[in-house]
């Protein structure tokens, strides 16, 4: 069954930068939208950010010119640099993805997701 493997969290002063990967773990048909999110105890899950096929890219508001996502459709894979950390950004970051595997229907994915904390 194919999974989607997460890395790159971890702790970092605010002002800080990370860079969060996460890949499907098999060969797949296809993968449509991609997108990562994230959770801050107490709180709903959230969308980062999102980035289409065709490469076109969405953002939260709070993070726009702060975080860049990038994918990799060779690897299978999505990126999400985060620069200008800030503690507010501390949260368990998921990637999503939409994919068609071989020989199963398209559905969405969740990443195990990582842990991101920022101090101040």
């Known amino acids: 069954q194919v999974q989607l493997v997460e890395s790159g969290g971890g702790l970092v002063q605010a002002g800080g930068s990370l860079r969060l990967s996460c890949a499907a773990s098999?060969?797949?048909?296809?993968?449509?939208?991609m997108g990562w999110y994230r959770q801050a105890p107490g709180k709903q899950r959230e969308l980062v950010a999102g980035?289409?096929?065709?490469?076109?890219?969405n953002y939260a508001g709070s993070v726009k010119g702060r975080f860049t996502i990038s994918r990799d459709n060779a690897k299978r894979a999505v990126y999400l640099q985060m620069n200008s950390l800030k503690p507010e950004d501390t949260a368990v970051y998921y990637c999503?993805?939409?994919?068609?595997?071989?020989?199963?229907?398209?559905?969405?994915?969740w990443g195990q997701g990582t842990q991101v904390t920022v101090s101040s």
């Open positions: 098999e060969s797949i048909f296809s993968i449509n939208d």
């Open positions: 999503n993805a939409d994919i068609t595997p071989h020989f199963s229907r398209r559905a969405s994915y």
């Open positions: 980035i289409t096929n065709g490469g076109e890219t």
